[in-house]
């Protein structure tokens, strides 16, 4: 099946802790972000990407890093530098950037103690 | 840098009454999607509308495009409980950046 998969689902980490969020699409896609969702703040953009070995920052980068090596992944490490890093994260992609629609992964709920 | 602003928050609707959102952006736009999103889950593309001025419809909902291409708006009729969700507008100006409006939470008095 087509489409695009994040993991894990749900993610714990003690504070001062680097983590990694995995998004993986096998739809052919070349342009990748990534979103993070607080209640009441919408989506709001962290990085995206338009194409492999290259990538930009979004609204909210600081504390954040993304990497594009492969066309198919797109992952992103929340840095101990992230003040508030507890959030719901969602990874898109799409097809010819924001031409056309976004297809979104499931998410990463990720809980920082 | 480029904002979409999305109004209102929330929108509590009877069911079967008609409801509005809007969404702006500080810049004029490419083009401007929708999203869905129900609880606990991820936002589902909708439509998006390129041509200023356009107008599309999917059974009850009705979005349209400014005619400046910096305002955009969802009307839905006859609410259901199915509509229940937050909306998204997305916007993108000249580059590769789809940026998200904060979304409209419904919920539907039965």
């Known amino acids: 099946d087509g489409g695009i998969t994040q993991s894990p689902k749900y993610l714990f980490r003690k504070e001062g802790q680097n983590v990694t969020l995995s998004c993986e699409q096998n739809?052919?896609?070349?342009?990748m972000y990534w979103y993070r969702q607080d209640p009441g703040q919408g989506l709001r953009l962290i990085y995206y990407s338009q194409i492999v070995n290259d990538f930009q920052k979004g609204d909210i980068a600081e504390g954040y890093s993304v990497s594009r090596e492969k066309k198919e992944s797109f992952p992103l490490t929340v840095t101990s530098a992230q003040k508030n890093p507890t959030a719901f994260y969602l990874c898109a992609s799409s097809f010819d950037g924001g031409r056309t629609e976004a297809f979104f992964g499931q998410g990463t709920r990720l809980t920082v103690v | 840098g480029q904002q979409v602003m999305q109004i209102p928050q929330y929108q509590h609707v009877q069911e079967g009454e008609d409801f509005t959102t809007y969404c702006n952006s500080s810049t004029t736009l490419s083009n401007i999607q929708w999203y869905k999103q129900r609880p606990g889950g991820h936002p589902v593309f909708l439509i998006q509308?390129?041509?200023?001025?356009e107008v599309k419809k999917q059974k009850r909902l009705t979005f349209q495009f400014g005619e400046a291409k910096k305002n955009s708006s969802l009307h839905i009729t006859a609410t259901q409980t199915t509509d229940v969700g937050t909306y998204f507008c997305a916007g993108r100006a000249n580059d590769y950046k789809l940026s998200f409006g904060a979304g409209t939470t419904v919920t539907v008095r039965a």
């Open positions: 739809l052919n896609h070349d342009a």
């Open positions: 509308l390129v041509k200023s001025g």
